[in-house]
Structures are given as C-alpha cells and as structure tokens.
C-alpha cells in the first residue's frame, strides 16, 4: 500500500526514513553483504568445499542436505515452513528479517490503479502486444493519464519506447500528444509499421476515445535518439513542443535511463512530471565506482550511508523468485551449474590467472543448454574468438585449442559434479531471495529521495502491475 509516506512500506514500518535506516542495517550484515557481491558463483566449484557450505552458518547445513530440495526453495521464497523438518533458528530469523523489509508486491487500490483501460485485449491496439505488454499498458496508461491531469497537460513524451505500444495507447485511448524516444533504429521503424498496421486495422478513429484527456486530438510522433542526461530541451524543440508542459513517462526505461528520466524533472524546464517504471538496475552505474555522476546513489539521504550495489546484487535484484515456475527455476539452475562448471573446466586446463578470473561467455541462444555438452560447443567457440590472446599457463600440449571440450570431457565433468548442482541450486535461489528484495528497495527509495530533496511537490512510488505478470512492477511518480 501506498501510506501517506507515498512509499509502499511494508506493514511493519510507518516512516520512510525509519525504513530506510533498517534496510541499510540489514544490508549490511555480513552474511547479506557476502550474498549480495562477495560470493560469485561461478566459482561455485573452487576449493575443497563448496561454497554454499562456505557462505552459510554451519547449523543450516544439515537442512539443506536432509530436506527435500522443493520444501526448501518453498521455505526460502515463501517463507512456508517444511513439515518433515524444522528449520534451524538462525534461518528462520535471518529469513524473517529480509521478509519483515520486503516492498508488499500486490497491487493496491488508488488513483493510479483506479481505472486499467479494460477493453485493450479487443482493441486494435494490442496488434504484436504479449499478454504482459497488454497487461502493462493498460495500467500504466491510465495512471499517466492520471499525472497529465494533474499536470494539466495532453502532451507526453515516452522514453525509451520500444515499440510504441504504450505510446500509441496514450494517443489513442486518451487522446495524448505523445512523442516516442528510442535509441534503437530497428524498433523505431517497427513501431512505425505497427502505427500503419493499426491505421489499416480500423482502429484509428473508429474506436473513440475512452477518457481523453482533453479536447485534444490523438497524436504520436517516432523520434530515434539515444538520451543520455536529463536535459531533453533538443527532444522538446525537436518536437516543437517548446512552451508546452511536457509529462515524462517510461515503461521499463532500463539502468541508468530510468536516472535520465527522474532528472529531466529538473534539467527540462517543460518536463512538469515524471512517471517510469524502471528495469535491468545490472545496467545501473554506481557513482563512486564507476566515477558516473548519473550513476547510483542519486540522492544525497542514500548516499550519506557506506552502501555500494555491486554489479553482481544488480543483477539479482533482476530477479523475483516468488514468480519462478518450476520450469524456469529450473533453467536458471541448469544455466548457473553451467557456467560454474565451464569455469571449473578453464581452471583445471590452467586458463585462469587467480580465483578472481574468468573466462567471460555472455549469454548463449537457449538451443545450446540442451546439454552440458552443447553448452560447452558454444561456449568454447565463443572463449576462442574473444580469448585467444590468453597465455595459456598449464595446460597440457596435446590440447591444441585449450577452449575446445571433447563431449567425453563435458560428459565427464558433468558426471563428476552433478550431485553438487542441488547446492548450487540452493546458494542461488538464497542469494536471490535475499539480495533481490533489499536492493530493489534501496534502489526505489533513493529514487524517492531523489525526488523530494531536488524540490518535486508530489512524490510515490507504488505497485503498477500484478507481479505475477510484471515482475518489474514498481512506479516511480514525481511532479513539480
Ligand atoms: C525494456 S525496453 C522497453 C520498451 C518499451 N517501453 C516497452 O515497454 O515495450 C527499453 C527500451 O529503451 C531503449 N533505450 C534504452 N536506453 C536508451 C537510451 N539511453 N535512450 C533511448 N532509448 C533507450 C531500448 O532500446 C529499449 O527499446
């Protein structure tokens, strides 16, 4: 729920700073700290033992090995007690904190959830849309519409817009004058088929209006353009929008685009209010380490404390276990015990400097994790083309290309380690559900600091999507 605070704070909390203050505490407990960026795993394999029995208190151990694996993970994400098995105290503790500071994921009641746009699924509109986008745009539409009251305006800018899809909602459910910002040519120019598409389809005019915004007519123009600060004055001429107030919305504006569109509030001068629902924080900067003023922490309240987000806790805060299938858990365990593995494989060979190296692979097409073995036929061409300059230190001279893995060897490896991919399994579904939550609720609430201590006269942040569809659901609302 949004409380007064224009924070969704859990129930435990009634005062944002008062939240705040025990996140970071939390955050900065050892074991949180090695969750969240100490512990790699892809090194799951180094040393003798494995590193779930290296990062956790030694007492969980023996439920992690007697307990079934799936009464595990329902305990770790859901906080569902097993029956057969008590958990340790200290677990269960340890969990109660991080659930007593999650961010409560269901949608609420108010003005922003008020009124989704109900007939999108027949419309027109929802040519190339998946169920998720439909879902997304009919609610994030409506609650733009909201601010474009508020702010007295039909004229919006969407950043980041892909293919137009909430763009061309806005034009044409509530008659906004929407200009559509993407970087990428190849989206532009689909949005701009899409456009023609729904033209021809009928639904151009022949579907009225729903809840125009105002007496203005519907319109929407592609502007292709990679935005890298908050200062979007040539977008506005561009557009020949000067003098006009402008709201600043975005669906799923990823890393550091989210930051360029919570400034633009206060480097545009016709920027009057900002409405963005962000993503992959993994593409997020951080000030200090990456010297990137734009970068995290953008407030002064969340940057007075010692907090770092490590590229690998942004990663995970990509995640949202509570909306893992079995199947798709299962793929990420099968791709994680992977990519361990693969590590495993180049440090036996002598391919990596020191425990800190690694051998990057970037993401593979899914045909290649049919198998251990194909992943590695993948993966090794991919070392060779982007390794090749690698000293190789030790390995042995019948290897000619020290990256290529015989399928005898990948099945080899695989047997040998099999059984530790339920460990593996376990670090990581652990890792996720702690880190996930916190950091992206610390992400959220420096946001919302952001936003009050640069001067905007309303601020919230609330829960715009059903989770189970969205997973990425939370809205950031700045008006000045
Ligand atoms: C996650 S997608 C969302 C697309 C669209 N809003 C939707 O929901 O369907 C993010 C989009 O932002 C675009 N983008 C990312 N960084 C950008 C930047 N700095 N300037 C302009 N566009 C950017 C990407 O190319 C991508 O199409």
């Known amino acids: 729920m949004v409380k007064n605070s224009g924070f969704p704070l859990p129930p435990a909390f009634e005062d944002v700073d008062d939240y705040l203050h025990n996140l970071i505490e939390l955050y900065l407990d050892s074991l949180v700290q090695k969750l969240a960026g100490e512990v790699q795993i892809l090194n799951f394999f180094l040393g003798d033992r494995d590193l779930l029995e290296e990062t956790v208190p030694a007492d969980w151990m023996p439920f992690f090995d007697e307990c079934d694996l799936d009464q595990i993970l329902d305990f770790l994400i859901f906080f569902r007690k097993p029956e057969t098995l008590n958990p340790p105290a200290s677990l269960i503790d340890f969990l109660s904190?991080?659930?007593?500071?999650?961010?409560?994921?269901?949608?609420?009641?108010?003005?922003?959830t008020a009124n989704p746009l109900s007939f999108l699924q027949i419309s027109a509109l929802s040519l190339g849309m998946s169920p998720k986008k439909i879902h997304e745009c009919q609610y994030l539409s409506s609650a733009i519409s909201a601010v474009c009251r508020s702010v007295d305006t039909p004229y919006v800018i969407d950043l980041g817009s892909g293919k137009g899809y909430l763009s061309r909602t806005l034009a044409h459910e509530f008659d906004c004058s929407v200009v559509a910002v993407e970087s990428v040519k190849s989206r532009t120019e689909g949005a701009g088929r899409l456009d023609s598409l729904y033209d021809t389809k009928g639904g151009k005019r022949k579907i009225e209006a729903l809840d125009p915004v105002f007496e203005s007519k519907g319109s929407l123009m592609h502007v292709e353009k990679f935005v890298n600060s908050g200062d979007l004055s040539d977008i506005v001429n561009q557009s020949n929008l000067d003098g006009q107030k402008i709201v600043l919305a975005g669906l799923h504006t990823c890393g550091n685009l989210s930051h360029h569109a919570l400034r633009s509030l206060f480097e545009t001068d016709a920027i009057h209010g900002v409405v963005v629902v962000g993503c992959c924080y993994n593409q997020m900067t951080e000030k200090h380490v990456d010297h990137d003023d734009i970068g995290f922490p953008m407030s002064a309240k969340v940057g007075s404390y010692p907090i770092s987000l490590p590229i690998s806790?942004?990663?995970?805060?990509?995640?949202?276990p509570a909306t893992w299938t079995k199947e798709t858990r299962e793929g990420f365990f099968t791709r994680h015990f992977y990519r361990a593995l693969l590590q495993q494989i180049f440090r036996d060979r002598g391919l990596l400097e020191d425990n800190k190296d690694r051998i990057v692979i970037g993401s593979l097409r899914r045909q290649w994790y049919q198998s251990f073995s194909t992943y590695c036929m993948g993966a090794s061409r991919r070392a060779a083309a982007s390794h090749a300059h690698r000293i190789i230190a030790d390995s042995s001279p019948d290897i000619q290309n020290p990256f290529e893995i015989s399928e005898q060897t990948a099945i080899g490896y695989y047997k040998s380690y099999e059984s530790k991919k339920r460990r593996?399994?376990?670090l990581w579904t652990l890792m996720s559900c702690t880190v996930a939550p916190l950091t992206e609720?610390?992400?959220h609430l420096d946001r919302y600091y952001f936003l009050k201590e640069s001067g905007a006269r309303e601020v919230c942040v609330s829960?715009?999507?059903d989770q189970i569809i969205s997973a990425r659901n939370l809205m950031v609302v700045g008006i000045k």
């Open 463 to 465: 829960v715009i999507f």
């Open 441 to 443: 609720a610390l992400i």
């Open 424 to 426: 593996l399994s376990i």
């Open 313 to 320: 806790a942004r990663m995970l805060a990509c995640q949202a």
């Open 97 to 112: 904190k991080i659930q007593n500071l999650m961010i409560d994921r269901a949608l609420p009641e108010n003005i922003f």
